[in-house]
């Protein structure tokens, strides 16, 4: 009928449509497309939110949290035999981490924020702004496990990518877990010989802000 296709005509693809799809590339053995796949969706959905004028619209099709997450995690989980491949992959993850940094950074030097308070920060329609967690840096650090060979190259991406994850306050059990396995024993005993490798005991500053961000 008329109406069924006036219906049909009305549905657009939302956030959890389009997180839903990223999120399967992640999970796809198409190793040599999915990164580039993962990010055209990111791309296609800011293009759309710009395009949308209405504030329910552009609600609908921003990009959350759960997206970039997934995108490097499509990055994170690309096991190609090209060398190439795989560093395409990992420029892919750092870019879209570097974005929503940046994002988050200057809404905060804008405000003149600290940590806590942006760590728990909305914007003017009531949604979280959109930093980096504890989910964004493991994943991160699983993506320079698993697309770099190992080295001091290596051992130094992984330890800035673990210091900025402190000096958020977004360390957990998950981050730990994923840095015991990307970083060398020597840079293992360097961060956390003096803590036993026990989450518990490591600093409170460094995992005050989990769970804040949605």
């Known amino acids: ?37 993962a990010v055209q969706l990111l791309k296609a959905m800011k293009v759309q939110q710009q395009a949308q004028t209405s504030k329910e619209g552009t609600a609908m099709i921003k990009p959350n949290l759960y997206t970039y997450n ?12 090209s ?19 940046r994002d988050y950074r200057s809404y905060q030097k804008e405000r003149n924020m600290d940590a806590d308070d942006a760590a728990a920060a909305v914007d003017q329609n009531g949604h979280p702004i959109l930093q980096p967690n504890h989910v964004t840096y493991g994943t991160l650090l699983k ?47 360097e961060i ?5 490798n026990d989450l518990d005991s490591m600093p409170i500053d460094w995992k005050k802000n989990v769970n804040k961000t949605r």
Not at 86 to 97: D, E, G, M, S, T
Request: glycine share 2%; proline share 2%.
């Open 1 to 37: 009928s008329n109406k069924l296709h006036d219906d049909h005509a009305t549905i657009k693809p939302n956030v959890f449509t389009y997180t839903a799809v990223i999120n399967a590339w992640a999970r796809s053995s198409q190793d040599d497309i999915k990164a580039q796949k």
């Open 70 to 81: 997934a995108v490097i995690n499509a990055a994170a989980t690309c096991k190609s035999a």
């Open 83 to 101: 060398s190439e491949r795989q560093q395409n992959a990992l420029k892919i993850a750092f870019a879209v981490f570097q974005s929503l940094e």
């Open 143 to 189: 993506a320079a496990h698993t697309l770099m060979p190992p080295a001091n190259e290596r051992d130094d991406v992984i330890k800035a990518v673990f210091q900025k994850c402190i000096k958020d306050g977004q360390l957990d059990d998950g981050v730990v877990n994923q840095f015991r396995l990307a970083a060398s024993e020597s840079l293992v005993q």
């Open 192 to 196: 956390m010989a003096d803590y036993n």
